[in-house]
């Protein structure tokens, strides 16, 4: 049956090579939707977890700012007092809290990158130290730098930041999230170097005495990190919490119009292939009524002569379907990058396991609309009196 079915296919390429094209649009706009919620989700996940926080605690006036920190690397510069961390550090169920210092680079000959330098306390810092035990088994040095996945530049080599000179000591694994374009550095090199900046660079930088930017959290127990967030918002004046459920809620709520365009197209390219492959099917079929009256004379069931019919469309759907994931992930991959910048929000490839349910997914979901497309032509023809096919050849 196999044989017979694949001989049909190849008999009529241009008729079944559209059919498989419209097949692939339909599973390329459902699969598209789930790659893009699924990346960015897990890009959330992956940056809180390079930061090892289960809170950021943000000034309250610079919430947006510090949310495009984190999300897409914007760089920017805003300060609170230290003495937050004190008072977050005595809310119930936190067990350590980190304060860093954000630093945005100025598009002038101030630095080798426009890029968010971050500074942090090794004293407290949770977010770069676990990564240098793994990976370097030394804390960071004096003028040394940690820089993300997307900044060039090699271990070793020597950039300039602020007239500064600072020694690139490792680089980041991706995360697709604003990590990838930062450049962590101690806060004490990052004092002398807005010192400095005065002399040394086109555009100076002030870093005020007494100020951080943000306070990275650990909780005693991660399952309390929502109650923990609203004790530090009640106890801690002039500050905002961001979590990751309220970081995952905002990358759904910028994808959403994404999301409904891609299932609107889906949606639409379904129905307008639904008829027209019920069309195909019959004139399939017509073409093939001889054929089928043969094979009932020979002794083939209704059964199997709705296979046949039934399994063509079917494994074209299937072609379609696996086709359209295959090229939607190399336009996806391809343009990663800027799919991420236009639609705002961050982006990488989804873990293994999402990527297979969605693509599987888009795949069945696609070879059903086909085998339903081809049901009532299949049962019409496998119903047909052996002695009437073979004489009109038609339905």
Known sequence: MIRLITKSIVHRPVRNGALIISFAFIAASLFSGHFLVAGATDSVRQELSRLGADIIVVPAQYHAEGEAVLLRGEPSSFFFDSAIVGQVENVSGVAQAAPQIYIATMPADC???????????????????????????MPLGKDEIILG????????????????P?????????????????VFLRAEDARVMAAESVAMAYEPIEIPEGKISVVLIKV?????????????????????????????????TQLDATIRIL???????????????????VMAANERMREIGMLRALGAT?????????????IIALAGGILGIAVSTVLLLSFQSYISVTVGVPLTVPAAGSFIVSALAAVLLTTGIGGVAAFFTAVRAARTEPYRAIRSGEL
């Open 111 to 137: 630095c080798s990158a426009l890029v968010q330098l971050i500074a942090i306390d090794p004293s407290r810092d949770f977010t770069i130290g676990p990564w240098l035990a793994q990976h370097r088994e």
């Open 149 to 164: 996945s997307q900044l060039v530049g090699d271990i070793g080599s020597t950039q300039y930041y602020y007239g500064h």
């Open 166 to 182: 600072f020694r690139v000591a490792g680089k980041l694994e991706p995360t697709g999230t604003g990590v990838d374009v930062s």
């Open 220 to 252: 005693k127990n991660p399952a309390e990190s929502t109650q923990v967030a609203s004790r530090i918002t009640d106890h801690v004046e002039g500050v905002r919490v961001i979590t990751p459920q309220y970081l995952i809620s905002t990358v759904a």
């Open 263 to 281: 299932d609107l197209a889906a949606l639409v390219a379904t129905l307008v292939s639904l008829p027209l492959i019920a069309l195909i099917s």
């Open 302 to 314: 209704q059964a199997r002569i709705f296979y046949l019919i039934s399994g063509e469309f079917v």
